[in-house]
Protein backbone atom coordinates (compact mmCIF):
# COMPACT_ATOMS: atom_id res chain seq x y z
CA UNK A 1 0.00 0.00 0.00
CA UNK A 2 1.48 3.69 -0.57
CA UNK A 3 1.05 6.13 2.09
CA UNK A 4 1.15 9.06 -0.26
CA UNK A 5 -2.09 11.27 -0.12
CA UNK A 6 -4.27 12.47 -1.49
CA UNK A 7 -5.69 9.16 -1.85
CA UNK A 8 -8.86 8.30 -4.20
CA UNK A 9 -12.08 7.29 -2.54
CA UNK A 10 -11.49 3.25 -2.76
CA UNK A 11 -8.01 3.78 -1.97
CA UNK A 12 -8.91 6.17 1.08
CA UNK A 13 -11.48 3.36 1.96
CA UNK A 14 -8.48 0.46 1.41
CA UNK A 15 -5.75 3.00 3.53
CA UNK A 16 -8.36 4.01 6.42
CA UNK A 17 -9.75 0.49 6.83
CA UNK A 18 -6.03 -0.91 7.24
CA UNK A 19 -4.96 2.22 9.76
CA UNK A 20 -8.17 1.19 11.94
CA UNK A 21 -7.31 -2.62 12.14
CA UNK A 22 -3.86 -2.27 13.33
CA UNK A 23 -3.06 -3.02 16.66
CA UNK A 24 -0.98 -0.28 16.70
CA UNK A 25 -3.76 2.16 15.52
CA UNK A 26 -3.69 5.76 17.93
CA UNK A 27 -7.01 7.30 17.27
CA UNK A 28 -7.39 11.04 18.45
CA UNK A 29 -10.87 13.10 19.02
CA UNK A 30 -11.09 16.88 18.34
CA UNK A 31 -13.48 18.22 20.79
CA UNK A 32 -15.50 18.95 18.17
CA UNK A 33 -15.70 15.04 17.33
CA UNK A 34 -16.49 14.14 21.00
CA UNK A 35 -19.77 17.13 21.21
CA UNK A 36 -21.10 15.35 18.18
CA UNK A 37 -20.71 11.95 19.83
CA UNK A 38 -22.80 13.49 22.48
CA UNK A 39 -25.15 15.31 20.94
CA UNK A 40 -26.32 12.32 18.44
CA UNK A 41 -26.17 9.58 21.64
CA UNK A 42 -22.82 7.90 19.75
CA UNK A 43 -20.41 6.20 21.03
CA UNK A 44 -16.88 5.33 20.52
CA UNK A 45 -17.30 2.13 19.42
CA UNK A 46 -19.46 3.64 16.52
CA UNK A 47 -16.55 5.28 15.23
CA UNK A 48 -14.29 2.27 15.40
CA UNK A 49 -16.83 0.47 13.40
CA UNK A 50 -17.19 2.93 10.49
CA UNK A 51 -13.17 3.46 10.12
CA UNK A 52 -13.40 -0.89 9.74
CA UNK A 53 -15.89 -1.13 7.53
CA UNK A 54 -17.10 1.71 6.32
CA UNK A 55 -16.42 3.55 2.97
CA UNK A 56 -15.25 6.64 1.56
CA UNK A 57 -17.04 8.48 -1.56
CA UNK A 58 -16.00 11.78 -1.98
CA UNK A 59 -12.65 13.00 -2.77
CA UNK A 60 -10.68 14.34 -0.35
CA UNK A 61 -10.62 17.82 0.83
CA UNK A 62 -6.73 19.26 2.23
CA UNK A 63 -6.21 19.71 5.81
CA UNK A 64 -4.48 22.67 7.74
CA UNK A 65 -1.40 20.81 7.88
CA UNK A 66 0.13 20.51 4.65
CA UNK A 67 0.65 16.97 3.19
CA UNK A 68 -2.87 15.93 4.89
CA UNK A 69 -6.33 15.52 4.01
CA UNK A 70 -9.71 14.56 5.29
CA UNK A 71 -11.89 12.20 4.45
CA UNK A 72 -15.49 11.31 5.12
CA UNK A 73 -15.92 7.10 5.83
CA UNK A 74 -19.37 6.51 5.77
CA UNK A 75 -21.30 3.52 7.83
CA UNK A 76 -24.43 1.88 9.09
CA UNK A 77 -23.04 1.24 12.89
CA UNK A 78 -24.59 -1.16 15.35
CA UNK A 79 -25.47 2.34 17.52
CA UNK A 80 -27.22 4.07 14.07
CA UNK A 81 -30.05 2.09 13.65
CA UNK A 82 -30.68 2.55 10.11
CA UNK A 83 -29.08 5.28 9.67
CA UNK A 84 -25.56 5.87 8.34
CA UNK A 85 -23.14 8.31 9.81
CA UNK A 86 -20.23 10.09 8.42
CA UNK A 87 -16.85 10.26 10.37
CA UNK A 88 -14.12 12.89 9.39
CA UNK A 89 -11.14 11.94 10.28
CA UNK A 90 -7.23 12.82 9.26
CA UNK A 91 -5.60 9.41 8.65
CA UNK A 92 -1.68 9.22 8.54
CA UNK A 93 -0.32 5.62 7.67
CA UNK A 94 3.21 7.10 9.92
CA UNK A 95 2.70 6.32 13.22
CA UNK A 96 -0.62 4.63 12.44
CA UNK A 97 -2.62 7.72 13.23
CA UNK A 98 -6.12 8.58 12.39
CA UNK A 99 -7.21 12.09 13.89
CA UNK A 100 -11.19 11.69 14.21
CA UNK A 101 -12.61 15.48 13.20
CA UNK A 102 -16.15 15.16 12.79
CA UNK A 103 -19.18 12.89 13.21
CA UNK A 104 -22.17 13.33 11.47
CA UNK A 105 -25.33 11.85 10.34
CA UNK A 106 -25.17 11.74 7.12
CA UNK A 107 -29.11 12.09 6.07
CA UNK A 108 -28.88 15.68 7.86
CA UNK A 109 -25.55 16.10 6.06
CA UNK A 110 -27.28 16.49 2.93
CA UNK A 111 -29.97 19.42 4.03
CA UNK A 112 -26.92 21.49 5.56
CA UNK A 113 -25.11 23.73 3.48
CA UNK A 114 -21.71 23.41 3.77
CA UNK A 115 -19.91 21.50 6.82
CA UNK A 116 -16.43 20.32 7.69
CA UNK A 117 -15.83 17.90 4.83
CA UNK A 118 -16.43 20.71 2.26
CA UNK A 119 -19.15 23.17 0.33
CA UNK A 120 -21.80 20.65 -1.18
CA UNK A 121 -21.37 20.82 -4.97
CA UNK A 122 -24.57 22.76 -6.08
CA UNK A 123 -23.21 25.98 -4.95
Known sequence: MTATQPWEPGRATIEIRSIAR???LNISYKLHARDRLAERSLIV???LHALKYGNVYQAPIP???AGHYR???ECRTPNSGS????VVVIPSKSGCLIKVVSVMWIDEFER???S???VP???
Open 83 to 86: RTIG
Open 63 to 65: ATR
Open 45 to 47: SDV
Open 112 to 114: NAG
Open 121 to 123: EDE
Open 116 to 118: IIG
Open 22 to 24: SKK
Open 71 to 73: YRI
